[in-house]
């Protein structure tokens, strides 16, 4: 497919590259428009520019080509490369992640290479596509009741990670797992193994994917997290420790990270409760056995 050249620059697209959610785009300015921007940037720069041998503002073009011609055009192809960034951006409707990499070869200095990586396209279609079972315990009692919701759950987000299957950010999968790893180290007191690291690393991923199909839905939906759910949270913390009780306020009040942490679980079980409000439910009637032997197996790798 031919890709269009962005005409107001000058400039033309010469390559293409994505790979997953990595853009790269190799772009040529035309060599003629430069010239031309550098010499009309010197010409009005002229009186303030320094030459040696002439006065201020005598020197011929020539000559103020050959003192600060190259400084000229660098800044001429860095603002045109910005220009062209941002045009590109937005002609081809993408969402960058973080700033985009912009790299100009010094030895073609009329051209660059353009780097972004983009947030991936989340559609999250028709959630009664999602089918879930729900196994229900005549009479159970509140331990029962929690182990069938966490079943339910693990099946959900089981039946949600094979379902949307988006390029995740890679960067993303790695901050995760260095976090699951590390979690791992201090409670066994080793490093994984490569086996138990891949294990970690599939892990991240379906985290990682999890948290941005939930953060979609949260804001298609309006999905929220109030601040006083949260402090009526931590007053609940607080109450368990009355000893501690004012410490602990004031330390979640002070720190907001602390707060966002246990914001994040909140507002994970309100979308978990949208998705299972709209997703395809079969109530299966089970006994406390069965219940427990698939929860069992479940838990099985």
């Known amino acids: 497919m031919k890709t ?25 300015l035309d060599p003629e ?18 030459v040696p041998g002439f006065r201020r503002g005598r020197a011929p073009l020539t000559v103020l080509r050959n003192h600060h011609g190259t400084r000229a055009r660098d800044s001429i192809v860095d603002r045109l490369a910005i220009a062209i960034t941002r045009s590109l951006i937005a002609e081809r409707g993408l969402s960058p992640r973080a700033r985009p990499s912009i790299h100009i070869d010094a030895k073609a200095p009329e051209s660059f290479l353009l780097s972004l990586e983009v947030a991936p396209a989340i559609e999250p279609g028709n959630l009664a596509d999602i089918h879930v079972q729900r196994l229900e315990v005549t009479g159970a009692d509140d331990e029962l009741q929690a182990m069938a919701r966490e079943h339910e759950r693990r099946q959900l987000f089981d039946a949600l990670t094979e ?40 892990i991240a991923e379906r985290r990682v994917r ?27 913390l607080a109450d368990r420790d009355p000893a501690h009780q004012e410490e602990i ?53």
């Open 4 to 28: 269009p050249a962005i005409n107001s620059s000058g400039a033309r697209i010469v390559g293409e590259e994505v790979d997953g959610l990595h853009h790269r785009f190799h772009v040529e």
């Open 163 to 202: 379902h949307y299957r988006f390029p995740v950010p890679g960067d993303m999968i790695d901050n995760e797992r260095e976090r699951i790893s590390a979690g791992y180290l201090e409670a066994v007191g080793e490093a994984p193994d490569p086996s138990t690291e891949r294990e970690l690393a599939a």
């Open 249 to 301: 306020i004031d330390y979640y009040l002070d720190h907001p990270t602390a707060m966002a942490e246990l914001q994040s679980p909140l507002l994970e079980q309100r979308v978990t409760d949208f998705i299972l409000a709209h997703c395809t439910v079969t109530v299966e009637k089970v006994s406390e056995a069965q219940l427990r032997q698939r929860v069992s197996a479940a838990a099985m790798p």
């Open 210 to 236: 999890l948290a941005l199909l939930f953060a979609e839905l949260a804001r298609r939906h309006a999905i929220s997290v109030a601040r006083s759910d949260v402090e009526q949270l931590v007053e609940g």
């Open 33 to 50: 428009a430069v010239r031309a921007a550098v010499d009309e940037q010197l010409r009005r720069a002229a009186p303030r520019l320094e």
